[in-house]
């Protein structure tokens, strides 16, 4: 069954943008600025949102220029484990959020969770592995993510895809969450897409 993505069923997670890991990532500008915009889509369209930090003693905190664009309501997360998955309490803080999931005993429809950062083959690749595993069903915003190795971020696509996630360009992913042109939330996005 096909579960479109919309603003009103989107979670939002991006795992571990931070101070020491983003200058070695291999298109960090452009994933700076992708993350920018679904930010600010996460923001406009209301969109629950965690984010992780790993290890941020050694490894510094989230970027600033994420940091300043994150959404007042979202929610911080310090782990030390690759996959957000394996830290304790990461599934409360992720359900916590108000969004269901996973299928509920009425059989609705859960939320998607839209998965986003670095690095592409450690981090994300293992929590969106976990995730499926526990029947989340998850879209990954692929320019979104990155490592340092070019190589290695699309071989953790390929097997993210096959793991059975959605595999998505970022302008699909807000576009999908909008749903429609001209309400003001479209017209709040549009500039974002004419850089």
Known sequence: MINRLRKENAVMLMIDVQEKLLPVISGKDEIVRNTIKLLKAAEVLEIPMLYTEQYPKGLGGTVSPLLESLPAAAVRYEKNTFSCCDESGFHEKLTGLGRSLTVGAAGLNPALLVV????????????????????????????????????????????????GASVLPIESII???????????FKTMLPFFKE
């Open 116 to 163: 986003f950062g670095i690095e592409s083959h450690i981090c994300v690749l293992s929590t969106v592995m976990d995730l499926l595993s526990q029947g989340i069903k998850t879209v990954i915003a692929a320019d979104a993510c990155g490592s340092r190795n070019p190589c290695n971020h699309n071989l953790a696509m390929d097997e993210a895809r096959a793991c």
């Open 175 to 185: 576009y999908h969450m909008i749903g429609r042109s001209g309400t003001q939330e």
